[in-house]
Each structure stands twice: as C-alpha cells, then as structure tokens.
C-alpha cells in the first residue's frame, strides 16, 4: 500500500433512507416551515430523491419516531411536521443518562448557574396568572407535611415552582435544560430519597426562598431574583450533599 494510504480507514456507509431524513430537516428549516404542515407526497419525494418507495417510507417512519412528524391515512393522508413534545425529547435524554446515573453534585454544578438566569430573564415575563400559580405552589409548602404522601406532595410542589419559570423563560434552551433539571432532581431527590427521614430545615429554606422570589417578582426585579436564586441553588446544593451522606450511611448499615 502507498503512503498516501497510509492511515486511511474507510467511512460508515449510510443508508439512502437516513440520508433522505438528513435532506427533509434541511429543507424544513431551510423553508422555515412549522408544525401543522406537510411534507411533499410520497411520489414527490420518489421523484426528488430518485429512490423507490420503500426507502422513501423508511425514511418517514424514522421521521414519525423521533416525533418529527406525523403519519395521516386517507385521501388527505400524508406527512405533516409535529412539534416534538418536551416529555419525549425529555424522556429520551434521560434514557441517554440512565447508566451514566448523574448525582446531586453534577446537576447542582449546572442548576447553580441555568436556575439564576432563568429568574431573571422571566422576571419581567411573569403575568398575574403566573404569579397565582406560582404563589398557589408557595401555599401547599406552608405548613408541616400530616404524613409521607403530603411530604411527597410538598416536595414536587417546590419543584413544580422552577418549572413553572422554565416555561414561562423566553429562551428555548434555558427552558429546557431548566426544566430536564428539575426532571433529574424530582428523581434524584424524590425517588431515591423518600425514605429518608423529612428534613424540615430543608423544608423551611425552600419556602422562606420562594417566597422572597416571590417578592422579588411581583417588584419586577430582575436582579434580585437573580441573586436570591443564587443563594436558593447554593443552599439547596448544601442540603443536597446532607442528604446524600444520610442515605450512602443508611445503605451502609442496611448492608
């Protein structure tokens, strides 16, 4: 073999079908277009694409599964573009995680620095419908949990508050990550550490934060709701690693 081989390692092959895929989301951005409408015919896209039916078929049930669109039948049947769902998208990412098992520190390391611009950003967002959900969320912490489901209720209350941010936040991508956050602390905390006896002190800096946020937003400011959610998202970091250390020492003497 010559040098100028040397080193050379042959590239994946893919398939006409995904290739096919590839093209349509270029051509849906391309285009600008949304969801609701339709992908060109079968037949068109034989013809574009110069390939057999089948192909173009596999081609749009890869499209249908990854939630890109939907397959319609009948005279008015075709392909028609879908806004994916933030529980699909999140579902799936999740199952990306599932054996990487991030704990407490590594979601912290990120919620520290998305949770604070989050609450800025949607300060001035906020409308009085927020507000009264928001504070309505405030309201169910107010009190000592009677038993394990009200404690559990309380606990997704409070995280149900930063999702309510996430979603009102104007950035997409904040949003998002915000909210798959708040997906990874309700498992982290809520699943795996409901056994744990009620940490009340927790309890207390949750709902004496949110309701300064609370404050914070119906004042408009920006800047301070940034800083509370900094001091919020430090001390809940601090519970966190407490919480982590009880149940490493439980699992400890169980075994």
């Known amino acids: 073999m010559s040098n100028e081989n040397a080193g050379f390692r042959p590239t994946k092959r893919i398939k006409r079908a995904d290739q096919i895929v590839d093209s349509i989301k270029r051509w849906v ?3 600008g277009r949304q969801p609701g409408d339709r992908l060109p015919n079968e037949r068109e896209l034989m013809e574009q694409f110069d390939c057999a039916k089948g192909t173009v078929r596999e081609a749009l049930k890869s499209l249908e599964v990854q939630g890109l669109v939907s397959i319609r039948t009948g ?8 806004r994916v769902p933030y529980e699909r998208a999140s579902q799936l990412l999740r199952n990306f995680l599932h054996f ?11 919620r520290t620095l998305v949770e604070p611009e989050i609450a800025a950003q949607v300060t001035p967002l906020l409308t009085a419908g927020d507000l009264a959900r928001l504070q309505a969320l405030v309201e169910r912490c107010e009190h000592p949990a009677a038993d394990f489901d009200e404690r559990i209720d309380q606990r997704i209350a409070e995280l149900e508050f930063h999702v309510v941010l996430a979603e009102r936040c104007g950035n997409p991508l904040l949003a998002f990550i915000g909210r798959f956050l708040n997906d990874l602390i309700r498992d982290l905390v809520i699943f795996k550490k409901a056994q744990l006896p009620e940490q009340r002190e927790f309890s207390c800096a949750n709902l004496e934060y949110h309701q300064q946020l609370m404050a914070a937003f119906r004042d408009r400011d920006a800047e301070r709701a940034r800083t509370l959610m900094q001091e919020h998202m430090r001390s809940a970091e601090h519970f966190n690693i407490e919480l982590q250390g009880q149940l490493e020492q439980r699992m400890l003497v169980s075994d």
Request: no cysteine; net charge negative; hydrophobic share 35%.
């Open 29 to 31: 951005v391309v285009n």
């Open 75 to 82: 005279p008015n049947g075709g392909a028609v573009l879908e």
């Open 100 to 110: 990487e098992q991030p704990g407490g520190p590594d979601i912290y390391a990120l």
